[in-house]
């Protein structure tokens, strides 16, 4: 079991979204994150550099706004709807676009191709995530 | 001038965003990141802890999205609107409520009352730059 | 097999350090971080504060400093021993504190007991790459 | 009169380092992780990406040391030698080798020339800091 779940199971307040959901929107962006960090440094020792200067602009991006976001759904309480879901949004378009420019060069670079993976993983988490949380906001209303 | 200005104006690509604008928009997330990690550090410093605990989770989700902010910001090319626009949002909306609250406690505590002007400022900083962003992206069309 | 673990697979240079030991130097600061971000979120839901306002602080500096290891240490070209060396040692040192100050209040906080493991993983895994790096350096010399 | 000086006027608390020296240890870095990351999105802008590749990487690196140190110098209380000098250590060692690099491109490139500029003023910041530390706990013994 990851940490990011065993810290919700041992959370002393209530957390008003499925465990596992959340869990899963902390630990793909912590993952995401690493993966884009990586990458962006072997794109920098492949040769043909100016073909993958675009994905290593987006995977600096992707890190920025994951380690953002896995920050915001780690703290449970006080969830600002106002915050969290443009942030989720913010997210999952950086995923999108991050994983899609990394899919196109996953056939020559095999850490693309890594990488995409992690951004798909993170961008569904975080879709995941973004609808438990308006599902819990319209059932408090 | 502030050295995001002179990194704008040594820039070799073409910045769509009014300098001054984009500027604002890196210094601001910038300076409030630092504030709200001094706040939290100065709140856990005073006696009546349980009235300021609101206080410290907003500064902390502050510093997070205003990081992820100014370094989104700090990169011109391959600028994004769904990345950038959700992301400007998510920090003018936290902003606003840190900023809400450390003016709650600005009587009281000197410290709030300085975060909460850095609050104020980066949240108008950041909704003239999703301003400027909007006006751009209809330009374009 | 986790994505840090992947990336250094298919990474087109070359790996000076045992790829184990450096995944490890990756994944657990980034476990720490996460760990302790959610520790201080919990810590402020407990009706104690006085008594854990030392965790608190802790585990903040503690997400900062396991953030910058982990990016260093994501990056494995252009090593530098002057800069990885003392912040393996700073990430050391803050996992050491923190895991102290964790076990401190494990038996009554069940989210310290988890926090704590999280940052004696952190600490080993740093102390161990700071030995493979030194090693590493003495067989170059 | 900067927020980090504002804020460290207003701390509840004492400041055992002198304000002004510790106000440059907070402001170097932050200034400086934001030259980085725009010297970065710059550097990928221009043409001879080959010569300037060490470039980006010493200024990846730095980002996320001067990212660390500015939180870790932002918390006063609770200072620890063990944690603070090997990160002061860290940022010098980083700052010297990024200003170093930015030095080499300055004469064709006026955004390294910026970013030069930011590396060595935060370098020096991080050593007056961590000689105002040494001196405080020398004072203390």
Avoid at 16 to 25: F, S
Avoid at 50 to 79: K, M, N
Avoid at 124 to 140: F, G, I, N, P, T
């Amino acid at each position: 079991m990851s940490y990011s779940r065993q810290m919700l199971d041992t959370y002393p307040g209530t957390i008003g979204v499925d465990a596992a959901v959340l869990a899963a929107a902390i630990d793909a962006p912590s993952d995401c994150a690493q993966a884009c960090t990586a990458d962006v440094d072997a794109d920098l020792s492949e040769q043909n550099l100016a073909e993958i200067i675009r994905c290593i602009r987006l995977c600096l991006h992707c890190v920025d706004v994951c380690t953002a976001t896995l920050g915001v759904t780690s703290r449970q309480a006080d969830y600002d709807a106002d915050v969290t879901k443009p942030l989720l949004r913010a997210c999952v378009a950086i995923c999108t676009s991050c994983g899609d420019e990394c899919e196109r060069h996953a056939r020559h670079y095999e850490h693309c191709r890594v990488c995409e993976q992690a951004c798909r993983r993170c961008e569904q988490a975080c879709r995941r995530c973004e609808q438990a949380c308006r599902e819990l906001l319209d059932a408090l209303k």
